[in-house]
């Protein structure tokens, strides 16, 4: 960058804390981050618009890892991977957004990794529940989107969420930097440790839009029985997963005078 720019964005003043991506050994671009929370944009980068999700922050010095090689963890930002990173958790790369490219994922599937477990950050509960419903259906698709990518290329796709943290009552943003914070990484580790497959994380999440429902029409009742079919078929190449969901669908479901009702097992 030159100097202009530099003085003109404030790195070095502002911006205090650069943090170079690398691709195959090689410095790619460098993102810049406020140390003051006030100060607002968080992250400046050097990048071109769309260029950096080309890239799964982290992923270079992976190869040391021998002993868990195969699994990776995804999550949001970089500095909750180097906060990771740096208290022994191997594998652990950012998207450095919201998404990750299939060219990124294809990297990692020819450095010996087979599985992938997605860790957003949690983020603060909405003033409306409808509000927090719209965030939810964003969220279950911003995951299922970064399913498809991990599906797409051939590697396992799983789902990890971080504990819920309150305050006054209310849920707050919670990232793995702000987790580790005030717990340890052996905590996090047993967060990622339970991730459940993609498969049955947005079985879950299909049956829980339903869930407050007390009862429900036909429409929605074909609704429901069209989306879980979907996902069997989404799931078809592993048996574990499409067993579970069909077993756990017809075990749990009971229709009774046109609604919906759902067994304590569920």
């Given at each position: 960058?030159?100097?202009?720019?530099?003085?003109?964005?404030?790195?070095?003043t502002k911006y205090m804390l650069s943090i170079p991506f690398?691709?195959?050994?090689?410095?790619?671009?460098?993102?810049?981050?406020?140390?003051?929370?006030?100060?607002?944009?968080?992250?400046?980068?050097?990048?071109?618009?769309?260029?950096?999700?080309?890239?799964?922050?982290?992923?270079?010095?992976?190869?040391?890892?021998?002993?868990?090689?195969?699994?990776?963890?995804?999550?949001?930002?970089?500095?909750?991977?180097?906060?990771?990173?740096?208290?022994?958790?191997?594998?652990?790369?950012?998207?450095?957004?919201?998404?990750?490219?299939?060219?990124?994922?294809?990297?990692?599937?020819?450095?010996?990794?087979?599985?992938?477990?997605?860790?957003?950050?949690?983020?603060?509960?909405?003033?409306?529940?409808?509000?927090?419903?719209?965030?939810?259906?964003?969220?279950?698709?911003?995951?299922?989107?970064?399913?498809?990518?991990?599906?797409?290329?051939?590697?396992?796709?799983?789902?990890?969420?971080?504990?819920?943290?309150?305050?006054?009552?209310?849920?707050?943003?919670?990232?793995?930097?702000?987790?580790?914070?005030t717990h340890s990484i052996n905590e996090l580790k047993e967060?990622?440790?339970?991730?459940?497959?993609?498969?049955?994380?947005?079985?879950?999440?299909?049956?829980?839009?339903?869930?407050?429902?007390?009862?429900?029409?036909?429409?929605?009742?074909?609704?429901?029985?069209?989306?879980?079919?979907?996902?069997?078929?989404?799931a078809e190449n592993s048996p574990e997963d499409t067993n579970?969901?069909?077993?756990?669908?017809?075990?749990?479901?009971?229709?009774?005078?046109?609604?919906?009702?759902?067994?304590?097992?569920?």
């Open positions: 960058l030159w100097n202009d720019s530099i003085d003109r964005m404030g790195i070095g690398r691709s195959n050994g090689k410095i790619v671009g460098y993102n810049f981050r406020t140390i003051d929370h006030n100060l607002s944009p968080k992250y400046i980068n050097s990048f071109k618009p769309g260029e950096k999700g080309k890239y799964l922050f982290g992923i270079t010095p992976l190869s040391v890892h021998k002993a868990t090689y195969k699994n990776l963890t995804i999550v949001e930002g970089e500095i909750d991977s180097l906060h990771a990173s740096i208290l022994g958790l191997p594998n652990i790369v950012a998207m450095g957004g919201k998404t990750a490219s299939i060219k990124a994922l294809k990297e990692a599937k020819t450095k010996g990794f087979e599985n992938v477990t997605i860790l957003l950050d949690t983020e603060a509960q909405k003033a409306t529940i409808q509000e927090e419903a719209e965030a939810q259906k964003e969220r279950v698709k911003q995951i299922k989107g970064l399913l498809d990518i991990i599906k797409s290329v051939g590697l396992c796709g799983y789902v990890a969420e971080l504990p819920t943290e309150e305050r006054n009552g209310a849920r707050i943003k919670t990232d793995v930097d702000s987790f580790l914070l967060v990622i440790d339970k991730a459940s497959s993609g498969a049955k994380y947005l079985y879950f999440q299909t049956m829980a839009k339903y869930e407050a429902e007390e009862s429900l029409n036909d429409k929605a009742i074909k609704q429901l029985k069209d989306e879980v079919i979907d996902l069997i078929l989404w579970f969901i069909k077993s756990t669908f017809a075990d749990s479901l009971s229709l009774s005078n046109g609604g919906l009702l759902l067994t304590e097992r569920d």
